[in-house]
């Protein structure tokens, strides 16, 4: 009679013990779903039912989440866009010019795009280097454009805001 005691006793204990297991290993879970979450999702809506259905689902719950879950942390999303906006800083740095009528890449000194061969930029007549359509001077030789056009500039009124006569009787007639 001993021994069957003894015996039911060792299988409570093994029961016990295997459910103490499986209730830590279940707070594990649920633990883990939740620093996962955080880690994962920015919404805190979202971090909530993660856990809820971790707690309201015992295993299944955490399985859904895993399949479901955003591939990626928040923080190297963060890191990711960072860089995409350091590469095209350096991208705007390298003076990176397109033709206006085919988008070719082409180079600040061309006078002609290699792709569609229009005309890009005028040479100056004196030392033949390319010209910007707005300059009014060629910055390397100091000669004047010819065909630059000016710029227009506005009058500026009076500091009081009145238009003086001479101005008025212009724009009444």
Known sequence: M???SDSADGLNLAANLLLLFLVVV??????????????????????GCAVAAAIIFPFVGVIVYTIVRPPEFLEDVRERELEMQAAEARLAQLSYLACPHCSFEVKEDW?????????LRDPCTNCAKPLDPEWRLCPYCE????GASTPRRRRRRGTTGEQSTSERTAVDS
């Open 2 to 4: 001993l021994e069957l």
């Open 26 to 47: 279940y707070l594990a879970l649920v633990y883990w779903t939740y620093s996962d979450a955080r880690r994962r999702i920015d919404d805190a809506m979202l971090v």
């Open 111 to 119: 006078l002609r795009c290699p792709s569609c061969t229009r005309k």
């Open 143 to 146: 000669t004047d454009v010819a």
